[in-house]
Structure formats: structure tokens, C-alpha cells
């Protein structure tokens, strides 16, 4: 990928893995709320969670969650019945990606995980 614009600070990096805990909104909000203050990015609103309940397919059952950053966002997808997750950071300030990935992997108990920053 060609890097466009270099003036522009940003951060991203993509998280996915296997999970082995219960994930329901009440974890993904505390899950937010935690990572936001390891990584010291700062929520300007709630975390909005969907979950479609039964529409769609079956093995595609579970949560779409974001959280909204001064300094861009945290995108949370989990596929419930496999006990899968991906997650995106996308900021506009530099984190540590090494307390990132450390933090998921200890709040969602990850079996399998990997990481790419770009």
C-alpha cells in the first residue's frame, strides 16, 4: 500500500485471534474502557454495540462494536459461535502496540492470535 499523506499522524493495527471467555456488551464496554486508559486514548462518546439476534447466518452471530476516539476509533467484531474476534485501531496519535496486543490477549483469554500494523 502506497503511503499517502505523511503529514497526517496514524495508527493502525489489526488484531484478530481465538478467544476462550463469555463476550456479551457488558465485556465489550468494560473491554473499551480498559484499553482505552492502558493505551491513553480518550473516549468522546459511548461504545455502541449491535447485535443482529438471529438475522443473517448463524455462524456470523454475535457483536459489532465501536468506540469513538478524540484521536479516531476501536472496531470490535466477534463471531460468537466460533469465538472469534477482529479488532482494528485506527488513531491519529501513536500507542504502543505492544501494550495493545499484550491487553487483548490477557482480557479475552486469546487461545490463537495475531497482529499486523500498518
Do not use: H
Amino acid at each position: 500500500m502506497k503511503y499517502l499523506a505523511p503529514n497526517i499522524t496514524r495508527q493502525r493495527l489489526l488484531i484478530e485471534g481465538f478467544y476462550s471467555i463469555d463476550i456479551d456488551k457488558e465485556r465489550i464496554i468494560d473491554f473499551f474502557n480498559k484499553i482505552t486508559s492502558d493505551l491513553n486514548l480518550r473516549m468522546y462518546g459511548e461504545p455502541i454495540i449491535f447485535s443482529p439476534g438471529g438475522e443473517g447466518k448463524e455462524k456470523n452471530q454475535g457483536y459489532d462494536a465501536f468506540v469513538p476516539l478524540i484521536d479516531s476509533g476501536i472496531s470490535l467484531y466477534v463471531w460468537s459461535n466460533s469465538k472469534f474476534l477482529s479488532l482494528i485501531i485506527y488513531t491519529c496519535k501513536e500507542f504502543d502496540e505492544i501494550i495493545a496486543l499484550e491487553f487483548v490477549k490477557s482480557f479475552f483469554k486469546t487461545t490463537k492470535i495475531e497482529s499486523e500494523s500498518f
